[in-house]
């Protein structure tokens, strides 16, 4: 194979890497956003606590001795959902239920305010300076001619393929086959309908918060393993990349978020292949104005249509 | 019973929340990462605030009916009868502009030059207050019409020696022309998608000025941007060309670097008189009305033969031409920018200021432009926490008082029978 | 013969698989008032989002004042002389009631930025003119003397002719009221039936009207039209539509 189609499959291979962490961001906005018609501005932050809780755990464990990576990284993981998922949940409760039923406009400004408050809250808590983890999964397959190009797969890389197909296995399968999952459906088609049904609808709008929060943790705590870096403001960018990433596979579709948050995460890899590496932001900005434009219901998405 | 309960269940969820952020730091050793937990201060704090929440999730109903007993601030009543203020504005405006004028030649340069910095939050705080007070349309990239007419302003200045005054107006077109070609296909969003993509747009223009350095100077910036000048009279000690005199020379009097700071100030005074009196008007003219109206109504509107792309796209470029106007009196003032001041947050802070003013209402953007700068020079020692009290006040504010300090009161047209 | 002020062929409107509105025709002359009426979910709003622009029909043609107007955007649509109501009133309630006249009135009045900023002499004529067409208008549906009150705070038959007069002031020839007498009491209707007529008779416009209050339907229309599922059923003159036997089953159900 020649050097250029070796170096594109690398790229594919780093794009999907990032893509699907993107994708498991992104279920979090598509999944409020199909319910309550919102976007959950603080979803970053919470995927970059998610991160930081993950920093700490295994920190905290590898001081007190604990050696065994896999047992290691399962309690950071469970740790991690937990207080991600409280955050979700109180950031629900304090900043969105209390708005319901009001203007737009007043609800997204809570929203704004609320991730500007996440976003400074750890930078007095733990820093504003970058904290890096060591590499703890290392290693991987290489192949190709190394006088050539050498493409490497790494342990990490698998591990966050696997990772994010089993999260979102399992999610599908929740909201298919679940009670939860199916009252979860029920309040995305008609949320008024659902409660007048008799369902408790703030109880399903709070487990989806949860649920996306969850998600964001295990993305948090893969991006951190992955990149092995973390501060307070990643959340922001992670954040609008997912956003992207769920209004292109269409805002409210499950499996939309998945696809848009694979196309963009390649996307990003193939741009930064061969223009600087800043630049990759300025095209998922572009795409993002250009499928509002030119296809606003996404690729998966069901298209509005306006009522009278 | 559940009262209990409730407030134990909230007690614990604080302690989640605060457990691991705030109760173990993260250190860098070296190459390898350790924890240390917070100091015994934090630790009381958190307790503290853990016993905080129990208590007032125990007694919620009892807080309530307190809060519900506290009288209202009539903000209203404060002020004088309706008929009485008719005759009362234009003396109390004359003295305000006049006290505006007077006041720097008796204060020193610094809180001269803090009033300048006001000064443009103000112009910045009414120019956004169009697009999301008057229109009703939520832009988080606002700073980037901002940085447009900076760095228009030197840009021209550097390579075509262009004035202050030549390039007032061109930085505030050339914002609104971008303001237009973004509106103009992404205005037909929904408001959250509108939301988004203008932060979106507000990081491109962030990472073209951070990176295109042949042009921009990249992340170092462009410094040495001249200063306006007096009909061609300079505020420097010797003139920079050939033939020129210096203001002082000129006026026989010695050299004061503070002249320059006061001269800037009425600069500032004059460019938000002037942004004032526009919007003032807007709102009394037909598209002001047709502004409110869409914000209300948008089916109607469209029904009534309104097209609302055009309405909303001129709020949206009126509020980009302010941000250019202010964007280059900015570089202008500093005589040095670079992308650091452009940065997401300046776009969040000063919706803040338009949400705690009250959308829509100019009077409160000014106070809240005042309070907001002033504040954190008066307590520095706080300043690390501006941010989070800025976050939490858009949170609060949208709760409890979502038209802000002083709400919007829109100028009625009266049919005179 | 007369040209046709409004002439529709093969309308038909599809939501994906669900066909809300199939090969409807419809034809309105000028100086005449005609109703369309059929059972709840027959598609007779739907037939008023396609013709006023808020929806773009599937199929068929849209033809007002001998020009196509399918596919032209609402506001356009508007502009032409095709204004309509909705069945929920849709006021700017926190508006004074002369404020909603004069936005109705925005393309007629001077929006060039710098004549507002100045108050040239063209831009106060406009303005002046507006008001007086506002105060006419008021005048002419009874409500001059609510001119200075916020538009929420009228009463609901009040807030009925508010939307009516705020639809003549942008200068119609075709008014499309889409269930004006729903929630009126028998005195209100009265008057609106005298109204519609007043606004054919005096001021020579056509009047096209979905409306469930048969009393109102029969005693003022020149011509109606009758759908059901979509589909158009049969039309003529009130007397003819009263007594065609698939109305009846339509309306009655199969005996």
Known sequence: MTETSLYLIQQLINGLTIGSTYALIAIGYTMVYGIIGMINFAHGEIYMIGSYVTFIVIAGLMSMGLVSLPIVLLIALIIAIITSSTYGWTVERVAYRPLRGSNRLIALISAIGMSIFLQNFVVLSQGSRDVALPPQISGGWTFGDPSVFEVSFSYMQLLIWLATFLTMAGLTLFISKSRMGRACRACSEDLGMTNLLGINTNKIISMTFVIGAALAAIAGLLLGLYYGVVNPFVGFMAGLKAFTAAVLGGIGSIPGAMLGGLILGVTEALTSAYFPSEYKDVVAFSLLVLILLFRPSGLLGKPEVEKV | MSKIYNAIFAAGITFVLACLMIGVKLNTEGTTLTVSGASGEQWSWIVGGIVLVFLAQLFADRIDTLFGKLPKPKIGALLPAEEKRATLKPWLLAALIVGLLVWPFMVSRGAVDLATLTLIYIMLGLGLNIVVGLAGLLDLGFVAFYAVGAYTYALLSQYFGLSFWACLPIAAGLAATFGFILGFPVLRLRGDYLAIVTLGFGEIIRILLNNWTALTGGPNGISGIEKPTLFGLEFTRRAKEEGNVPFHEWMGIDYSSSYKVIFLYLIAVILMLFVVYVINRLTRMPIGRAWEALREDEIACRSLGLNRTIIKLSAFTLGASTAGFAGAFFAARQGFISPESFIFIESAIILAIVVLGGMGSQIGVILAAIVMTILPELAREFSEYRMLLFGLLMVVMMRWRPQGLVPMKRPHLELNQ | ?255
């Open chain 3, 1 to 255: 013969m007369s040209q046709l002020l409004l002439d529709v062929n093969g309308l038909t409107m599809r939501f994906g698989g669900l066909v809300a509105v199939n090969g409807v025709n419809l034809s309105v002359k000028n100086r005449q008032i005609v109703s369309i009426i059929g059972p709840n979910g027959a598609g007779k709003t739907t037939v008023f989002n396609c013709l006023s622009g808020f929806y773009i029909p599937s199929d068929g043609s849209v033809m007002f004042k001998g020009e196509q107007i399918a596919g032209l955007k609402d506001f356009q649509i508007s502009r032409k002389g095709l204004v309509r109501t909705f069945q929920h009133v849709r006021l700017f309630s926190k508006m004074t009631v002369i404020e909603n006249m004069l936005v109705a009135q925005h393309r007629h009045l001077n929006t060039n930025l710098l004549s507002g900023l100045f108050k040239t002499p063209s831009y106060r004529r406009l303005q002046d003119e507006a008001m007086d067409r506002a105060a006419y208008w008021l005048k002419e549906v009874d409500l001059l003397e609510f001119a200075n009150r916020e538009a929420g705070n009228l009463a609901y038959g009040q807030q009925r002719r508010l939307e009516i007069a705020r639809c003549m002031v942008t200068q119609p020839e075709l008014l499309l009221l889409d269930e004006p007498a729903a929630g009126l009491n028998p005195n209100e209707t009265k008057e609106l039936d005298e109204l519609i007529i007043q606004l054919r008779d005096e001021h020579e416009i056509s009047v096209l009207l979905i409306e469930h209050d048969m009393g109102l339907v029969m005693g003022i229309s020149d011509h109606i039209y009758v759908i059901a599922q979509g589909t158009p059923l049969a039309d003529g003159t009130p007397d003819e539509v009263k007594n065609n036997p698939d109305v009846i089953k339509a309306y009655l159900g199969e005996e």
